[in-house]
């Protein structure tokens, strides 16, 4: 419910109509776990009842240099919710239910609508998910910030069973690896993807990007995908979950591999989306650092064993998001490894 | 445990030996609330047992443009310290104890010492709280900020059984308010006080600051004090209290006023600092800016009943924070005034 704005202060005065969507993007948040009122000092929430060893699973994130395409294309709501995307995904693959956001905005010359634009972005990310936007802070430092620029980062508070809790430590040889389809770049690789898509192909933000039939703007604000009601009707049979954010597919599965497990991953099981192949081929760019900067279309990776994947296929269509086998679980030490089966 | 290192990133290679006193920081700050390993996607930590109605008391903050005075300065490790206290500080006026830490590093053309300075500050912050560092996140993005600056923002996570959090509401009139005396400007009023400072009276960061005895570094770098362990001992005996950051001592002291009650602040009650008043000299700054802007020596305000404020000023004594009865609480209008009684 706090919202503070910091001393070298946003001018909110006559900004009355922002200042109110602001307010009501906010209490669009609240949830039967809220508590406290507006102006408080700090956001507050209750722990769900009838936990037995409730455990916070906690993240700080950024959205990266994507501010600067939203910037371009001076849409500000998308960055909002993926921000709040990316941190779910980020608890998600702990099994935690996120109950929290915090926010924070600061930059050299925003509007107070542009901030309003902002937060009506976070608050409908926090809304999809049931979870309340707790609080924020809102800075403008011209000093710091480049003018008209301004970064977001957020912070998501989720709860899982302490038992319940998802390390990767039961992954075995055998399992499986199941993909679940991104929407595009996610959040990640946005140096390089502008370096190409503006310095090297030389188009601007509303040009058509390559063969794709959508604007560059479209494209790359493409919102990051939140995994959340895909996986969670499935999360008591899953092993281990990767969120596929920078360093790509082998730089985050390794991060849950237990010992004596190697990951083989088979990159015949599908086909990049075409965005890919476009920045490949524009930038010249070898697969090696194309796997280590981009998501490539798989943006969550579930590992499971053989028999839970249909029922995880089956929750994840239901929620409209594509999934694959895309390698499994082998015997090996600790290391991704993309091979053809 | 988690320190995720954005892709258009640090560069770490090289440096090994800041690496290895970022790894020592955090590892410092584990609690045995600590659940989880380094490398997981969010870090963990357990609610505390044994409490009936958990109820997290959260903030997000940044510490304002006290960071380009440090800089200046080249002296980083004192604002991470700061980001702390001062999170640490407006979680307590609510009743709540913290128990974990998530940092925002983000700028341009950091050095990745610069970056351990930071990290080392902020869990000297935590350890002092016995709060984990369960996280945070670092970006480099010269497209955003100016080169050679950084931003600093941070979220805290408490906790408070719901029936004991403060709001306020408690407050009635009769009660008095007690001053706990700041360190210095805190982290508030660094536009004004550096225009003053480095504008009008043509300092430099180590010129000694006007007749105080030391330097501007010194005197503007002051870290933020910490009133945990000075106003917990007697915390159930409080009515409210009202951590004054930006908006000064009016600003933050009405914030927690219920209906029916006015606040009545003794300006003869105390000395400001000397740093105050040569601000307010130097800069030819109105009492009311003065008030608006700075805290003028009063870091904290308890409201607390008149039998009570002994034992609150044993126990700030006990850890070496001066305090004084600043005023009190008459019926009326849900403001603060300046009247001498």
């Given at each position: ?5 910091a ?7 006559g900004a ?17 776990l ?36 939203a910037?371009?294309?001076r ?14 995904n ?8 996120p109950?929290?956001f ?23 990310g926090?809304?999809?998910h049931?979870m ?17 620029t ?31 389809a991104?929407?595009g ?21 509303d ?5 794709l ?14 995994y ?14 990767a ?11 390794v ?23 476009t ?21 969550l ?11 995880a ?13 895309m ?15």
């Open positions: 419910m706090t919202r503070q704005y001393e070298a202060g946003v001018d909110l005065e009355e109509a922002a200042k109110a969507r602001i307010g009501q993007a906010v209490a669009t948040t609240l949830t039967p809220s508590v406290g009122r507006v102006g408080a000092f700090g956001g507050m929430v209750r722990i769900p009842e009838g936990m037995r060893r409730p455990t916070l699973v906690l993240s700080t994130d950024g959205v990266g240099t994507k501010v600067l395409v910037l371009e294309a849409r500000f709501d998308t960055v909002g919710e993926d921000l709040v995307n990316h941190s779910v980020d608890i998600l693959v702990h099994g935690a239910t109950i929290a915090m926010d924070y905005i600061a930059g050299s010359q925003m509007s107070v609508d542009q901030i309003a634009d902002l937060v009506e972005g976070i608050a409908r926090c809304r999809a049931r309340a936007l707790a609080g924020g802070e809102t800075a403008q430092m011209p000093g710091l910030y480049r003018s008209g301004y970064d977001l980062a957020g912070t998501i508070v989720g709860v899982v069973e302490e038992d319940a809790a998802i390390h990767g430590d039961t992954i075995r040889p055998g399992d499986h690896l199941l993909a679940y991104s929407t770049l996610h959040t990640n690789g946005y140096t390089l993807a502008r370096r190409i898509v503006f310095d090297r192909m030389g188009l601007r933000i040009d058509r990007l390559g063969d039939d959508r604007s560059v703007a479209d494209v790359l604000l493409d919102v990051h995908r939140s959340f009601r895909s996986v969670m009707p499935v999360i008591t049979q899953v092993h281990g979950l969120h596929i954010t920078g360093g790509g597919i082998s730089g985050n599965l991060r849950i591999l237990p010992e004596g497990c190697e990951a083989v991953v088979d990159p015949t099981s599908w086909d990049p989306p075409r965005l890919f192949t920045l490949q081929q524009a930038g010249g760019i070898s697969i090696e650092e194309m796997r280590a900067v981009f998501n490539l279309g798989v943006g990776i579930a590992v499971l064993p053989p028999q839970a994947v249909p029922a296929q089956a929750a994840a269509a239901a929620d409209g998001v594509a999934t694959w086998t390698g499994e679980i082998r015997p090996g030490g600790q290391t991704v490894r993309f091979a053809r089966p």
